[in-house]
């Protein structure tokens, strides 16, 4: 089964660095999403995605993050200037078409890159 | 907001069947009801989802109420590896939002 691609697995920072988590979603996916997971906490909800340009974003994606489509097959989360408390799971997420609770599609997740800031 | 509960915590003993209760009364009449799991601290992954009807697929089964107001996902003979945390998904603004989930534990 195609799989969403997550780079790397773990990225260790100092804090006020900037940071590029790196993801390939599944080909022929149009919309990309960007989940987070505080150790013990709940994943949560940062960004949507589609057409480059940004959906939906959540309170927690402020100023410090963006996201890009570099090019067809790449998709990034930017931090620019990373805290402690952006220590997190960081989760890349897919889908063919808009996905929502009455679109009968599949949200594909990867396997996340943990972002320790030092 | 569509908003769900699920116990915090179920344990099964290996070779049953686990059935893990969801509840889900501010559903919409066009919503559907997915079920995700996180093992340890990978990506959540897809198991099922429904509207109305029950669906079946290789990993899991789906009971979903006549009124939709609730749901059970089945698990048909639980190994260790399906130890994880369950969610039954909400929506909000056509963003999925993830509860605490289920933490199911398989038993040997």
């Known amino acids: 089964e195609p799989e969403v691609t997550q780079t790397p697995s773990h990225q260790v920072t100092q804090m006020g660095q900037e940071v590029i988590l790196r993801c390939v979603p599944i080909?022929?996916?149009?919309?990309f999403y960007w989940y987070r997971q505080i150790l013990g906490q709940k994943v949560e909800f940062l960004v949507s995605f589609y057409n480059n340009e940004i959906s939906e974003k959540s309170e927690i994606f402020d100023d410090q993050f963006s996201v890009e489509r570099p090019d067809g097959s790449n998709f990034t989360l930017k931090i620019r200037s990373t805290k402690l408390e952006d220590s997190a799971m960081y989760f890349c997420?897919?889908?063919?078409?808009?996905?929502?609770?009455?679109?009968?599609?599949?949200?594909?997740f990867g396997s996340g890159t943990q972002l320790s800031v030092l | 907001d569509a908003k769900t509960t699920q116990p915090p915590s179920m344990d099964c003993a290996e070779g049953r069947a686990a059935n893990l209760p969801c509840n889900h009364s501010?559903?919409?009449?066009?919503?559907?009801v997915y079920w995700y799991r996180q093992i340890h601290s990978q990506g959540p992954q897809y198991i099922i989802h429904g509207l109305k009807n029950n669906e079946t697929n290789e990993m899991a089964s789906l009971i979903i109420t006549e009124d939709r107001k609730s749901s059970t996902l089945i698990l048909p003979h639980a190994t260790l590896r399906d130890t994880a945390v369950y969610y039954c998904?909400?929506?909000?603004?056509?963003?999925?939002?993830f509860g605490k989930g289920t933490r199911l534990h398989i038993l040997p």
């Open positions: 998904i909400a929506f909000r603004d056509d963003k999925i939002i």
């Open positions: 501010t559903i919409s009449g066009n919503e559907y």
């Open positions: 080909s022929n996916h149009l919309y």
């Open positions: 997420a897919s889908t063919p078409s808009g996905w929502g609770p009455a679109t009968n599609e599949k949200l594909f």
